[in-house]
């Protein structure tokens, strides 16, 4: 698998434009200066693996995207394990997305930060790499993960993977085709899956497909939804003694590139940053505008274990350490999350006007 992922990045990097010959923030664009000596320095901490929590970017229904990063499969970077939005098999994806897996494997440098891809010229800038450049992501980073338990979750995907190539018409984890479905079969659910079939979650909670014609209300409803499940394998991590803390990874807000594919030409830059929200009654409300107790309890609790905040400079265009402060344990994260967001919220739904007890990660 090595050898073909290098082969894949040698083949990107000879079709990259020289350097220079794009803006910055866009594909084939330089990259900050520092990125290796930034990120290099952040892997000096022992974490084993990173839950990657990606903001929405549009004003409604905005559930973002989940994917995970695993140390010890390439020298001096982690492993990025993500759902490809585009593996659907439908044909305009086919014909301009890429598509050769449904469990794309990517250098962490390269998602977050880098304006070339090793998955070649199909990648999508902002999803398969570049990722800050579209939106912020959050990392949760966990300590104490056997490395036994890293290579099943990586061997579960790679099964997956198989099974997408066969056109394996169900699974144990999805009773369906095996491709991606934005309902049925998406980031959140493939992401869980390794963790419960490959790794042995046995009581991880991944919601079973609701097949209803085009009742799409009813459809999301059974939906696996990416900071959902992202609490869920918090709670699993914390009852396997494993620790846990937050980066924020901030969205570059400057990136003037507008993605050809999509329908309305809006600039990254002009697109929502919007923190990825559970299926709730603010689900379509407009960024900013959370008030449901479990989007609250979320973005408190991702505070509370909060330890950096990364930024791109916008006059020196190089990575920085914005913020860093200690990180709460998850036990008196949790608890404090639910306490403040539980009295947020009904202040909130009583339209009183006051200063929130919880902050939000980002603030």
């Not at 993500?82 to 593996?87: E, H, M, P, R, T």
């Not at 949760?140 to 890293?150: F, I, K, T």
């Not at 930024?311 to 913020?323: F, H, M, S, Y």
Request: proline content about 6%; overall charge negative.
């Amino acid at each position: 698998m090595f050898t073909r992922w290098l082969a894949a990045a040698l083949f990107a990097a000879s079709l990259a434009a020289p350097a220079g010959a794009a803006e910055f923030a866009t594909p084939g664009g330089p990259e900050p200066a520092n990125l290796d000596e930034v990120l290099d320095g952040l892997r000096q901490d022992p974490y084993d693996m990173e839950l990657l929590i990606s903001f929405g970017t549009s004003k409604g229904g905005s559930a973002g995207h989940l994917a995970v990063a695993m140390r010890g499969e390439i020298p001096g970077d982690d492993m990025v394990y993500s759902a490809n939005f585009y593996a659907d098999r439908s044909p305009e994806h086919e014909a301009d997305r890429y598509t050769d897996d449904l469990m794309v494997r990517i250098p962490k440098k390269e998602y977050l930060y880098k304006t070339s891809s090793s998955l070649g010229p199909k990648a999508s800038f902002g999803l398969d790499f570049g990722e800050v450049y579209k939106r912020s992501v959050v990392g949760v980073r966990v300590y104490g993960v056997p490395a036994a338990e890293r290579e099943a979750i990586a061997a579960y995907y790679r099964r997956i993977n198989d099974d997408y190539h066969a056109h394996a018409p169900k699974a144990e984890y999805h009773d369906g085709e095996i491709k991606y479905d934005y309902m049925h079969l998406n980031c959140a659910k493939t992401i869980g899956s390794g963790f419960k079939y490959g790794a042995g979650y046995g009581s991880l909670d991944i919601k079973a497909p609701f097949f209803f014609g085009h009742l799409t209300v009813i459809a999301a409803a059974h939906a696996n939804i990416p900071t959902e499940m992202a609490v869920k394998l918090f709670e699993q991590w914390n009852a396997r003694g494993y620790r846990m803390e937050a980066v924020l990874y901030r969205k570059y807000d400057a990136s003037p590139y507008v993605d050809p594919h999509e329908e309305k030409p809006v600039a990254f830059k002009d697109l929502p940053n919007r923190f990825p929200s559970v299926l709730s009654l603010d689900f379509r409300n407009d960024e900013g505008s959370y008030q449901d107790y479990d989007n609250l309890y979320a973005m408190y609790l991702l505070y509370n274990m909060g330890r950096y905040a990364i930024r791109i400079d916008p006059a020196t265009q190089r990575l920085e350490i914005a913020k860093s402060k200690d990180a709460m344990d998850y036990a008196g994260a949790a608890a404090k999350a639910a306490e403040d967001a539980d009295a947020d919220s009904k202040r909130f739904l009583r339209r009183l006007i006051f200063k929130p007890r919880g902050k939000k990660i980002g603030e």
